[in-house]
């Protein structure tokens, strides 16, 4: 018996511990000062990979999954959509028209929110290539003629190897122009010069192996194609090989309409992306920058710029990042690159933070950063209030899959006119950490949680850990720890009732040892934090819908204290770990009894055209309910 006893002792000492926690994260003191995580109940008809998180101004979460990096989903073209209702918690698939997997997103002006991007087609590792593959430019010089090339069109080589096209495309007829009249012997003469139209697609080979590799530049002919057309339409490629293929980005582009709850096709980009960054302009517009284009190769710094009027694209600064670089709008227009980023491209270019003139397409460099091979999966922030143009950094790993993570967390001091810009260092996160998930809150604090030491939380690596951020302090303070745990394709976003809403993760693994294959989380965990378990909160009734820059709007309010603070927050668009939509505005605040007198700021690049939450905060920090404003 007293062997048996102490056999069972650590399961009971555990069982203990599991127990005691249980009951101690329900106490009203714990909740008062860590806050409280519940799990939300969601029809199993609903659970959705969500890679892509946006709040809208209804009120509503739009969680977009595409084929959720499912293959056979893609393949399958299941591609999916949920929009969430926090007040009701009702949900509602939404059909969908493109896999906008790994797509980039922003908040439109109207309300709208602008999605573009997505996967055209998976990767395949090398160890899992079958078939020589490679990209190829296809030329048509008919000038009479438009050709549609479908899928699976069979180019040939020189010496017959056979490969097809993976997807259709089309070939505009070429150019025919006349040069200026000259002389020739006397004789005026006019000269035609026809150009060559020219679209590019992504061929394998029809049969598998390595004897299909080709080494040399060659051009191929068309199978089915005779006479005039054969010579008219062909095809260049440099070279098929057996490396790894990398997904493969869409030009397609849409707006999701908020009160008719679905998407709303616009012009498609000049350039197909997948894991671009959409970020606002200070006049609205949206500009899309970096992306793996439609054969896997990442973009050269051709970006390209929306116009929410013409809702068509047009060419933008040409300037390199890696995918999803975060890139915040900064006073004066410029636009600050703070490092973070999800990968893809070579460690040596594009990694280095600076600021960004878009205009004259100048870039500064903003030194000072520990670290600074370990900003990719990392987390940026503009802190609040967005008045002091601070930009902070947390965490980051390696390239690649590179175990290395850091803890390093460093603030960026744009509003400085002593000195150039630079990077402070914070105070350290608990561990080193990839994709934390970073929200700002009404009371000025950020709110930090999950992640994982390792890439895609392997060697079992998440890190069930929260805690807030505060920048008037620089110091973190632990929140209660979460009882789900995300890394890869997770994302946090606040909502209009100042709660923490939190999804996804993507797992490389299961377990320690690295052996049993991960599946992708789909629970849904939300953070009610410590200022919604005080006895009171103050509450915003009768007011205008709509501020303007540079004016001032009175509302009626109801506190037990006098209104402190009131912030104008943007809603969150997150996917990757980069939210470059989330901004906090103070707002001045004149009381006089029951009435609020608010004063907007006027600077474009600092309150962006959009809708807004408004939300009034007593002398303790507690906020309102948002009211939702929009700024024209």
């Not at 009702?90 to 991007?117: E, M, W, Y």
């Not at 809150?441 to 951020?469: C, E, H, M």
């Not at 377990?511 to 919604?532: A, K, M, S, W």
């Amino acid at each position: 018996m007293v062997v048996l006893a102490g056999l069972n002792a650590p399961a009971a000492i555990s069982y203990a511990q599991r127990t005691y926690r249980a009951y101690s994260i329900e106490r009203p003191g714990y909740k008062a000062r860590f806050g409280h995580w519940s799990l939300l109940d969601v029809p199993e008809k609903f659970r959705v990979n969500a890679i892509h998180a946006a709040l809208l101004h209804t009120g509503k979460v739009l969680l977009i999954a595409g084929s959720g990096n499912v293959e056979r989903q893609f393949a399958a073209k299941t591609f999916k959509t949920v929009l969430w209702d926090p007040v009701k918690n009702s949900f509602k698939l939404i059909p969908t028209p493109d896999d906008l997997f790994c797509a980039g997103h922003a908040q439109l002006p109207g309300g709208r929110l602008l999605v573009a991007g997505g996967t055209a087609r998976y990767e395949i590792l090398q160890d899992k290539v079958e078939r020589a593959a490679g990209p190829m430019l296809v030329r048509n010089e008919d000038p009479d003629v438009r050709r549609s090339i479908p899928r699976g069109t069979v180019f040939r080589a020189p010496d017959g190897t056979a490969y097809r096209s993976v997807r259709a495309f089309t070939l505009p007829p070429a150019m025919k122009h006349t040069v200026p009249e000259r002389k020739a012997k006397g004789r005026k003469k006019t000269e035609v010069v026809v150009t060559a139209s020219e679209a590019r697609t992504f061929v394998q080979a029809v049969q598998k192996g390595p004897g299909q590799v080709r080494d040399r530049p060659a051009q191929y002919r068309i199978e089915g194609l005779r006479g005039p057309d054969a010579r008219n339409v062909y095809g260049l490629a440099q070279a098929m090989t057996m490396d790894k293929q990398d997904y493969q980005g869409l030009d397609v582009a849409y707006e999701f309409d908020p009160l008719s709850e679905r998407y709303v096709p616009v012009d498609p980009m000049a350039e197909s992306r997948w894991y671009p960054t959409l970020v606002t302009l200070e006049d609205g517009r949206v500009l899309a920058v970096s992306g793996l284009d439609d054969v896997g190769r990442i973009i050269e710094g051709k970006n390209e710029i929306f116009d929410p009027r013409t809702r068509t694209w047009s060419k933008g600064p040409d300037r390199y990042f890696p995918t999803y670089p975060a890139l915040f709008l900064t006073r004066g227009g410029k636009l600050f690159y703070s490092g973070s980023n999800a990968g893809y491209g070579p460690a040596d270019k594009g990694r280095v933070p600076g600021l960004w003139d878009v205009h004259r397409n100048t870039f500064a460099p903003v030194p000072g950063l520990e670290d600074p091979d370990l900003l990719e999966t990392s987390a940026s922030v503009l802190l609040p209030p967005a008045q002091d143009q601070k930009v902070m950094v947390l965490g980051g790993g390696g390239v690649g899959e590179s175990a290395r993570s850091t803890p390093r967390t460093a603030v960026a001091d744009l509003k400085t006119r002593a000195a150039r810009p630079r990077f402070r260092g914070g105070p350290d996160l608990p561990q080193g950490t990839r994709y934390l998930s970073s929200v700002i809150l009404p009371d000025d604090t950020v709110f930090t949680t999950g992640g994982s030491v390792d890439y895609r939380g392997k060697n079992d690596s998440d890190i069930r850990k929260a805690q807030f951020y505060s920048p008037k302090r620089n110091t973190f303070r632990p929140a209660a720890d979460p009882a789900v745990a995300r890394n890869y394709h997770s994302s946090a976003l606040l909502l209009p009732d100042g709660r923490v809403a939190t999804f996804g993760s993507d797992p490389l693994y299961a377990d320690r040892d690295n052996t049993r294959t991960g599946t992708f989380e789909q629970r849904v965990e939300i953070y009610t934090p410590p200022y919604l378990y005080r006895t009171s909160r103050p509450a915003l009734e009768d007011g205008p819908t709509e501020l303007r820059r540079g004016s001032t709007a009175t509302f009626g309010v109801w506190s037990a204290g006098r209104i402190a603070t009131a912030r104008l927050i943007r809603p969150s668009a997150v996917t990757h770990t980069t939210d470059v939509e989330q901004r906090s505005v103070a707002l001045p605040v004149d009381q006089h009894g029951r009435k609020l007198r608010l004063s907007v700021p006027k600077d474009p690049t600092l309150v962006p055209r959009g809708w807004y939450m408004l939300f009034v905060s007593d002398r303790r920090g507690t906020p309102s309910v948002a009211k939702w404003v929009h700024v024209p």
